[in-house]
């Protein structure tokens, strides 16, 4: 038990994915301009994210392995989560209209979210279980979704703010984020894992 | 057959059997979250002029559009006038009518509405009234329209309590600008007569415009 909270733990402040291991950098400074988007696409890439690690984990585990076949991982992944989001995107336009039109674009696009792969990858290096393959996709996604928002009501209020005109949009979104990777650096040593 | 010649049939068979795997989820997907949607509502709704005016008595151009797709009359959309009617004829494989005057008449040119800003009291009425969100204004503050996002669909003028909004036909800019040819007394085959206005046309993509 201590293990799984501690993998929670890890993925979601620890070794945040965004700003400590810097994957899904795309996501986080294209879709972060303003908060209500931001929240779908954290949304929209927690379902994914999990779902994917999951059906990855039983790629790798019952069909790559048996075969002898662990060099095809990483295309085999670029199927599963083709295939994931495709479906996620089709399921949930049928059954949540509404959903569908929040999250959008914001759905295919996770298909090239390096965050997702790199979640499936690093499950097969750090050898996780089932449960734990779950968990890490999950606290992975929830550790995206929590600096996205923050990073989008940030981008929000610095909108309004009286930027020096050489840092306004792009540069001083940067910088924001520079100093958030710092401030999650404070983070090292809570746990050990 | 050598090993390594082995390995990479089974690594061959076993990606196409995966490929082909998640290409039936994907297709049965497909089929069993089929969502029903009308096609042609839209190619009928990108004919129509979105001015959102209402005077076809439906509350705007999409439902008109969804109107006709079941097989309401054509011609009841006068600000789209005879060059939508033709292009809704067009489409839909049914002879053209003319305009419907229970609806209103064509405008011979297009319009767009202006506030007499000195004498507007800010009662937001016209406001409530526009259903593109084309005027701007407040409570007890100064409105005015947006002459870009503006219609000139005529809405906005019957609520207005001191009669301070104007329709002005659309000032002659780059974009709207097509040459006036000299009219050189010899008489024109229907099919030079601008659809619109009964006039010669000389410009083949404003008429393609004025369909669309």
């Known amino acids: ?193 | 057959m050598s090993t390594a010649v082995i390995a990479i049939i089974v690594a061959v068979v076993v990606l196409v059997v995966l490929a082909a795997f998640f290409g039936g989820v994907l297709g049965f997907a497909a089929v069993r979250f089929k969502v029903e949607g009308n096609p042609i509502v839209d190619q009928i709704n990108n004919l129509l002029p979105q001015t959102q005016c209402g005077q076809c008595s439906y509350p705007g151009c999409k439902p008109y559009a969804e109107a006709i797709a079941n097989g309401e009359k054509i011609n009841k959309c006068p600000p789209g006038g005879e060059g939508t009617i033709q292009a809704l004829a067009d489409l839909l494989g049914v002879d053209p009518e003319p305009l419907d005057a229970e609806h209103g008449a064509e405008k011979d040119v297009p319009t767009v509405a202006v506030i007499r800003e000195d004498e507007c009291i800010g009662c937001t009425k016209c406001i409530q009234a526009c259903p593109v969100d084309a005027i701007l204004g407040a409570a007890k503050q100064m409105h005015t329209v947006i002459a870009d996002e503006c219609t000139g669909c005529d809405l906005c003028v019957e609520p207005c309590p001191v009669d301070c909004i104007d329709m002005v036909p659309v000032a002659r800019d780059t974009g709207s600008w097509y040459w006036q040819a000299p009219t050189s007394g010899v008489e024109l085959i229907a099919t030079d007569k601008h659809p619109a206005t009964g006039q010669p046309q000389h410009d083949p993509s404003d008429d393609q415009r004025g369909a669309a």
Do not use: H, W
């Open chain 1, 1 to 193: 038990m201590t293990d799984y909270l501690l993998i929670l733990v890890s993925t979601i402040l620890v070794n945040n994915f965004v700003l400590v291991q810097f994957l899904g950098l795309c996501p986080f400074m294209g879709v972060s301009n303003k908060l209500e988007t931001a929240i779908g696409m954290g949304a929209a890439t927690t379902f994914v994210l999990t779902l994917a690690s999951v059906c990855s984990y039983l790629v790798y585990n019952y069909i790559l392995l048996p075969f002898d076949l662990a060099y095809l991982k990483t295309i085999s992944f670029i199927m599963v989560i083709a295939v994931v989001v495709g479906f996620t995107e089709m399921a949930i336009r049928k059954t949540s209209p509404l959903l569908y039109r929040v999250l959008g674009i914001f759905l295919p696009l996770i298909t090239t979210n390096c965050a997702v792969l790199g979640v499936a990858l690093l499950n097969i290096k750090r050898d996780n279980g089932f449960v734990e393959s779950i968990l890490y996709g999950f606290g992975a996604a929830v550790g995206f979704s929590l600096v996205m928002v923050l990073f989008a009501a940030m981008r929000e209020r610095i909108a309004v703010a009286d930027v020096p005109k050489p840092f306004q949009g792009s540069a001083i979104a940067m910088i924001t984020a520079g100093l958030m990777s710092l401030a999650f650096m404070g983070f090292t040593g809570l746990v050990s894992i």
